[in-house]
């Protein structure tokens, strides 16, 4: 029989929701005496007087029983406690008793348990981490914020206090709105309706001039104000002599319609204050940003220069690969989601043995007239060619393939993958009756492997002819493109600078959570079957699972995900049919009575498909199902992000984040001083935050070392598949 307590893998903290009635909450974990456990309710640490403690001394735990049940929704929380010390002293050529050693032990090991808990819920750097930055924090200073040095070495305090220097702006930006409201709404005859329309413009202007006074500045937003604005940066004089220009329109169509009926003289009336109001409230954003330049943010001596206007796409000269998206602030990113470019370089070519005179290399060259012969003369599963990447794992989602035009073609191949022990069918492809055209077989996306082939799964057509491959490409599946985004026009200075800086606003879109648990893994029990529906994992030897049984929405999985709040999300899955039909249908609930409910028809191929909606509340319903007859259909990697489709993210028990982009790499600057013939790299730090959403970002550079110059550039590029937005982009010389 044992004497002592028996130490288990088990944490030393439980926690539970209290539902208001519950007294006794049990703790899985042992200790030696009553005192060794700490109750909390919520943030409070409870006094010995308000519970009491059994199972103090054995093995599996025991109970907290609370004189008074804690109130329903708080968090009620149970730790062992222990002194680290030693709980005894051995001496020499003494008596060792076993219970004494094992009460030891026990102890240590507890207190073990204790520290991993506790580092376990500290700050740390991921074990992956190659950074040996100091994370001492600073000395604590109200209003700052805690950011990382500008070489990324230590922990500092931000320069200013943002929320304040942001509040100022944000006040004349509410008072302009309720001018217009007011000068709207208190019209009552056509003539008072064309008088108040004329004083509601002066007090739009006299608004704006206060807006202006608030924040110093405002963009070039039209020739009325790039006339009144000096070449350094556009001023309060541009934005009145356009809120004058827009006060006269104001007027003169307030007064042209005096005779006109009620309504159609309030609607002038409104239409007219709306024109004088709009190109102020535009520019309330850029005023924010313009005052962070100007007045919080220390950004040395800007001469000349210019501040790109947002509402239309300025930078399309020279540019590739990037999309513009207009809005409240527009922005620039990468392109579309596609594949990735063929990969297969670096590598070995890898096959099953060469016909005499071909080589394997040859079906990786480029070279369309040479090819690639099998030394088997039957080559149905035996005969491959492939592509070996090293010791970088790549996750191939497509590959072409082009045969000759001989009778050396075949009819049907299998993509393998390499597990490093053995090769692991992907997926049985058959060929379509064309050559001397690449065709396009496409993977299920997410398999990751060092070396991937295509093996041969017919024989030629013609008996005993080697099988033959003139071109192979391999993709990785579904990447960002990159983007690369260059001045329209030069910007000319007075005297060739030394230094120049470009300032834009920052949003790093490629960290990503997808909040949806067990991505790929439909059989787990929080995906719930509705009637006849079941899942069988792992089908074809892939990842995919296959839903069977799912002909109506009585037979549909429902998925719940946790979200942190309202707003747009965006489910996204990858599908494909197996005979058993082509039409499904997939919908995300918004919990407010509404859905958005998507048809699909399914092909052969992988597809990745996507459903969005505004979603209220802290879960996410998701459902799916077949439609019009469809029995089965397999599915891989689902998705559930805010905001619209983004790269998929594998998840197990827990949501999962994308890494986050690396200023310098995942996102480069470089500025030139001669029109764009000669490129320096900047170098990127982040400065202040700006308006929860975006940071503003300085990318310096020195140009003493080009040719002389003064007509400034500034080339920005998005890279490595990482979703960045770049907005408002100021390029000065110093």
């Given at each position: 029989?044992?004497?002592?307590?028996?130490?288990?893998d088990?944490?030393?903290?439980?926690q539970y929701v209290?539902n208001?009635?519950?007294?006794v909450?049990p703790?899985?974990f042992p200790?030696?005496?009553?005192?060794?456990?700490e109750?909390?309710?919520?943030a409070?640490?409870?006094?010995?007087?308000?519970?009491?403690?059994?199972?103090a001394?054995?093995s599996?735990?025991?109970?907290?029983?609370?004189?008074a049940?804690?109130?329903?929704g708080t968090i009620?929380?149970?730790r062992?406690?222990l002194?680290?010390?030693?709980?005894?002293?051995f001496?020499?050529?003494?008596?060792?008793?076993?219970?004494?050693?094992?009460?030891?032990?026990?102890y240590?090991?507890?207190?073990v348990?204790?520290?991993?808990?506790?580092v376990?819920?500290?700050v740390k750097?991921?074990?992956?981490?190659?950074s040996?930055?100091d994370?001492?924090?600073p000395e604590?200073m109200?209003?700052r914020a805690?950011k990382?040095?500008?070489?990324?070495?230590g922990?500092?305090?931000?320069v200013?206090d943002?929320?304040?220097?942001?509040?100022?702006?944000?006040?004349?930006a509410?008072?302009?709105?309720?001018?217009?409201?007011t000068?709207?709404?208190?019209?009552a005859?056509?003539t008072a309706?064309a008088?108040?329309a004329?004083n509601?413009a002066?007090?739009?202007?006299?608004?704006?001039a206060?807006?202006?006074?608030?924040?110093?500045?405002s963009?070039d937003?039209?020739?009325?104000?790039?006339?009144?604005?000096?070449?350094?940066?556009?001023t309060?004089?541009?934005v009145?002599a356009?809120?004058?220009?827009?006060?006269?329109?104001a007027g003169?169509?307030?007064?042209?319609?005096?005779?006109?009926?009620?309504?159609?003289a309030?609607?002038?009336?409104?239409t007219?204050l709306?024109?004088?109001?709009?190109p102020?409230?535009g520019?309330?954003?850029l005023?924010?940003?313009?005052?962070l330049?100007?007045?919080g943010?220390?950004?040395?001596?800007?001469?000349?220069?210019?501040?790109?206007?947002?509402?239309?796409?300025?930078w399309?000269?020279?540019?590739?690969?990037?999309?513009?998206?207009?809005?409240?602030?527009?922005?620039?990113s990468?392109g579309?989601?596609?594949?990735g470019p063929n990969?297969?370089?670096?590598?070995?070519a890898?096959?099953?043995?060469?016909?005499s005179?071909?080589s394997?290399?040859c079906a990786?060259?480029?070279?369309a007239?040479s090819?690639?012969g099998s030394a088997?003369?039957?080559?149905?599963?035996?005969?491959?060619i492939?592509?070996?990447?090293?010791?970088?794992?790549?996750r191939?989602?497509?590959?072409?393939?082009?045969?000759?035009?001989?009778n050396?073609?075949?009819?049907s191949v299998?993509?393998?993958?390499?597990d490093?022990?053995?090769?692991?069918?992907?997926?049985?492809?058959a060929?379509?009756?064309?050559?001397?055209?690449p065709?396009t077989?496409?993977?299920?996306?997410g398999?990751?492997?060092?070396?991937?082939?295509?093996?041969?799964?017919s024989n030629?057509s013609?008996?005993?002819?080697?099988?033959?491959?003139?071109?192979?490409?391999?993709?990785e599946a579904?990447?960002?493109?990159n983007?690369?985004?260059?001045?329209?026009?030069?910007?000319?200075?007075?005297?060739?600078?030394?230094?120049a800086s470009?300032?834009?606003?920052?949003?790093?879109d490629?960290i990503?959570?997808n909040?949806?648990?067990?991505?790929?893994?439909?059989?787990?029990p929080?995906y719930?079957?509705?009637?006849t529906?079941t899942?069988?994992?792992?089908?074809?030897?892939?990842?995919a699972?296959?839903l069977s049984?799912?002909?109506?929405y009585s037979?549909?999985m429902l998925?719940l995900?946790?979200?942190?709040?309202?707003?747009?999300?965006?489910?996204s899955?990858?599908a494909?049919s197996n005979g058993?039909?082509?039409n499904?249908?997939?919908?995300?609930?918004?919990?407010?009575?509404?859905?958005?409910?998507?048809?699909?028809?399914?092909?052969?191929?992988?597809q990745?498909?996507?459903?969005?909606?505004?979603?209220?509340?802290?879960?996410?319903?998701f459902?799916?199902?077949g439609e019009?007859?469809?029995?089965?259909?397999?599915?891989?990697g689902a998705q559930l992000?805010?905001?619209t489709?983004a790269p998929?993210?594998y998840?197990g028990p827990s949501?999962v984040s994308?890494?986050?982009s690396?200023?310098?790499?995942?996102?480069?600057?470089?500025?030139?001083?001669?029109?764009g013939?000669?490129w320096?790299?900047?170098?990127?730090?982040?400065?202040?935050?700006?308006?929860?959403?975006?940071?503003?970002?300085r990318a310096r550079?020195?140009l003493?070392d080009q040719p002389s110059?003064?007509a400034?550039?500034?080339?920005?590029k998005i890279?490595?598949?990482?979703a960045q937005?770049?907005?408002?982009?100021?390029l000065?010389a110093?």
């Amino acid at each position: 029989m044992t004497g002592h307590i028996q130490v288990g893998d088990a944490s030393p903290r439980a926690q539970y929701v209290a539902n208001g009635s519950q007294t006794v909450f049990p703790y899985p974990f042992p200790i030696f005496a009553a005192a060794d456990i700490e109750v909390w309710v919520g943030a409070a640490r409870q006094g010995a007087s308000a519970y009491s403690v059994s199972g103090a001394g054995t093995s599996e735990g025991g109970s907290v029983a609370f004189v008074a049940a804690p109130s329903a929704g708080t968090i009620v929380t149970l730790r062992r406690r222990l002194t680290l010390r030693r709980t005894s002293d051995f001496h020499d050529d003494g008596i060792i008793r076993a219970k004494v050693v094992n009460d030891e032990f026990d102890y240590q090991t507890m207190s073990v348990q204790q520290v991993a808990e506790d580092v376990g819920r500290a700050v740390k750097r991921a074990h992956t981490s190659s950074s040996t930055a100091d994370l001492t924090l600073p000395e604590p200073m109200p209003g700052r914020a805690i950011k990382w040095n500008s070489a990324a070495t230590g922990l500092e305090n931000s320069v200013t206090d943002v929320d304040q220097m942001l509040t100022q702006a944000t006040l004349r930006a509410t008072e302009a709105c309720a001018s217009a409201q007011t000068a709207s709404a208190s019209a009552a005859t056509a003539t008072a309706r064309a008088s108040e329309a004329i004083n509601a413009a002066v007090t739009a202007t006299a608004a704006a001039a206060s807006a202006v006074s608030a924040v110093g500045f405002s963009l070039d937003a039209d020739p009325v104000m790039a006339a009144a604005s000096d070449k350094r940066v556009a001023t309060q004089r541009a934005v009145k002599a356009y809120a004058d220009s827009a006060a006269t329109i104001a007027g003169v169509a307030a007064k042209s319609y005096a005779d006109a009926s009620t309504a159609w003289a309030m609607e002038v009336a409104a239409t007219s204050l709306s024109a004088a109001m709009t190109p102020v409230l535009g520019q309330i954003a850029l005023s924010n940003l313009r005052q962070l330049l100007n007045t919080g943010v220390s950004t040395g001596a800007l001469v000349q220069g210019k501040q790109w206007e947002l509402s239309t796409d300025e930078w399309a000269s020279g540019s590739s690969g990037y999309s513009f998206a207009p809005g409240a602030i527009p922005y620039y990113s990468a392109g579309v989601e596609s594949y990735g470019p063929n990969i297969c370089s670096g590598g070995v070519a890898i096959s099953s043995g060469d016909y005499s005179g071909t080589s394997a290399s040859c079906a990786f060259d480029g070279n369309a007239s040479s090819w690639w012969g099998s030394a088997q003369g039957a080559p149905a599963g035996v005969a491959y060619i492939g592509y070996n990447f090293g010791a970088t794992a790549r996750r191939i989602g497509k590959i072409m393939l082009t045969q000759p035009p001989s009778n050396n073609n075949i009819s049907s191949v299998i993509v393998q993958k390499w597990d490093g022990f053995s090769w692991v069918d992907v997926s049985t492809i058959a060929l379509e009756p064309k050559v001397s055209t690449p065709q396009t077989l496409r993977l299920p996306p997410g398999l990751a492997s060092t070396q991937w082939r295509v093996l041969a799964n017919s024989n030629a057509s013609v008996a005993n002819s080697p099988w033959a491959v003139y071109e192979i490409q391999m993709m990785e599946a579904l990447t960002l493109s990159n983007a690369t985004l260059v001045s329209s026009a030069p910007i000319p200075v007075s005297t060739p600078p030394a230094y120049a800086s470009l300032y834009a606003l920052y949003k790093d879109d490629s960290i990503v959570t997808n909040l949806l648990t067990y991505s790929e893994q439909f059989e787990d029990p929080s995906y719930i079957k509705y009637g006849t529906c079941t899942v069988t994992s792992n089908v074809d030897g892939t990842l995919a699972d296959r839903l069977s049984n799912i002909s109506s929405y009585s037979n549909r999985m429902l998925k719940l995900s946790a979200i942190p709040g309202n707003g747009m999300y965006t489910l996204s899955f990858w599908a494909k049919s197996n005979g058993g039909g082509v039409n499904i249908a997939a919908t995300l609930i918004d919990n407010t009575g509404g859905n958005n409910v998507n048809f699909y028809t399914l092909t052969p191929d992988w597809q990745r498909y996507t459903v969005s909606i505004f979603v209220v509340g802290n879960t996410a319903p998701f459902e799916i199902w077949g439609e019009a007859g469809t029995t089965s259909f397999d599915l891989w990697g689902a998705q559930l992000n805010a905001g619209t489709v983004a790269p998929y993210i594998y998840t197990g028990p827990s949501p999962v984040s994308g890494p986050a982009s690396l200023l310098g790499t995942d996102l480069t600057v470089e500025l030139s001083r001669d029109g764009g013939t000669t490129w320096s790299p900047a170098t990127i730090t982040p400065m202040v935050s700006f308006d929860g959403t975006y940071t503003v970002l300085r990318a310096r550079a020195k140009l003493s070392d080009q040719p002389s110059g003064t007509a400034l550039m500034a080339r920005v590029k998005i890279l490595n598949s990482k979703a960045q937005r770049i907005a408002a982009p100021a390029l000065y010389a110093e």
